[in-house]
């Protein structure tokens, strides 16, 4: 029997959904998936006190939906990581090397990093403004939510793009 495919996520979405608020809400989007956060992506996040509280808090309530997993490549697989560190982040290259080995879907916004590579290696990929298409035509959120929730983040200093959500054509079909 094939494993699930899973949703691998980077910082960027995990911190864009917990400064508006939302990170449960993620969860809520692709219930049919269970979701992951690599331990060198957890390490990034939980610097930050607020959002170690609520990744910790989510991960002991809802582990049936998000897992923690410890991130240790081997082989081919930790030379391509060692690549990948040289020039990207530890956390979404981490991200990408688990994706590409366990045909999982990764959820990071930071396109100028990742585009490349996940489709040269056929990884399907999500981003914060994906997330919200799917929230918005699943009806997890109306317009007016996505709206401020691209103007929530924006104003706690993050770089998020405020689209139109009902004219948005997402990145991949999941």
Do not use: W
């Amino acid at each position: 029997m094939a494993a699930k495919t899973k949703i691998v996520l980077d910082a960027d979405v995990i911190i864009h959904f917990i400064k508006a608020g939302q990170f449960t809400l993620l969860l809520d989007i692709f219930p049919e998936y269970e979701y992951l956060i690599l331990d060198v992506v957890y390490n990034e996040v939980t610097v930050n006190r607020v959002s170690k509280t609520q990744i910790d808090n989510t991960l002991q309530f809802l582990k049936s939906r998000i897992s923690l997993v410890n991130f240790a490549p081997s082989g081919d697989s930790r030379l391509e990581y060692a690549r990948l560190i040289s020039t990207l982040g530890r956390g979404e290259s981490a991200c990408m090397v688990f994706c590409r080995d366990h045909n999982d879907v990764l959820g990071s916004s930071n396109l100028r990093d990742i585009k490349e590579y996940c489709e040269k290696n056929r990884i399907t990929y999500l981003t914060t403004i994906d997330f919200l298409y799917y929230a918005y035509v699943r009806k997890k959120m109306t317009e007016e939510e996505c709206r401020q929730f691209m103007a929530d983040v924006n104003s706690k200093g993050s770089r998020l793009p405020e689209v139109d959500i009902m004219t948005y054509v997402p990145t991949c079909q999941i």
